[in-house]
């Protein structure tokens, strides 16, 4: 099955006046939706868009795993547990909320930022917070969230290239920039589909030059 959301039909977000724009693919604060709560393990994909000088001050997480992947500009993060980094284009960051922790996401830079915030469902809550950020992330090396039974693949295609997508009970896929051909559909930025079943090879093709943002996961 596949289940296509269009990047139009996101429950926006944020404060304007602050520089802050949210866009939420799923249910998501004052935005309650019974029947979109989650897919699979992920429970939030919000496209963030902060102003220079805007971002959100320190605020709460717990059992959540909560992956970032900036698509212009830079992210400043700090948190409760000391870590402090600028996540930039190319880069994965993956805070483990575990039992509790406390961060800051700020765009202290010059120029917009734009990222997309993955949330994540542990498969056993508690523990200790971890933090972590992979610099210059390779198509070829899928980023793996085992707290969540999830794997991210990056996977940038030029115009016309086909993609096997991972076969696996659950599949997201995200479209950051570009246009995709899949099953039928065409996908632009911000565009997403949910998919449960294997698809053949030839489904998924890319119509321009492509960054996709692809979720493995497991049935649990």
């Known amino acids: 099955m596949i289940d296509v959301r269009r990047s139009g039909d996101r429950y926006r977000g944020g404060e304007t006046a602050a520089g802050i724009e949210s866009f939420h693919a799923f249910s998501f604060g004052p935005h309650y939706d019974p029947d979109n709560l989650r897919f699979g393990a992920i429970l939030a994909c919000n496209e963030e868009r902060l102003a220079p000088g805007a971002g959100f001050d320190e605020h709460p997480h717990s059992h959540t795993e909560i992956v970032t992947w900036v698509v212009e500009g830079e992210l400043t993060h700090r948190d409760s547990t000391g870590h402090a980094s600028v996540v930039r284009p190319g880069d994965v960051q993956h805070l483990s909320a575990a039992a509790g922790v406390r961060h800051v996401e700020r765009n202290d830079g010059p120029?917009?930022?734009v990222f997309v915030q993955m949330w994540l469902a542990p498969l056993t809550p508690g523990g200790d917070p971890s933090y972590e950020v992979v610099h210059g992330i390779a198509d070829s090396t899928p980023y793996a969230v085992p707290g969540a039974g999830a794997l991210l693949h990056v996977r940038r295609l030029t115009t016309g290239e086909r993609l096997a997508l991972p076969a696996a009970p659950f599949v997201y896929v995200h479209v950051v920039r570009g246009e995709v051909?899949?099953?039928?559909?065409?996908?632009?930025p911000g565009d997403s589909a949910r998919i449960t079943g294997e698809l053949d090879p030839e489904d998924v093709r890319a119509a321009a030059a492509t960054e996709l943002l692809i979720w493995e996961m497991s049935a649990n």
Do not use: F, K, M, N
Request: glycine content about 18%; proline content about 9%.
């Open 111 to 113: 120029a917009p930022l």
């Open 181 to 188: 051909e899949l099953a039928g559909h065409r996908l632009g």
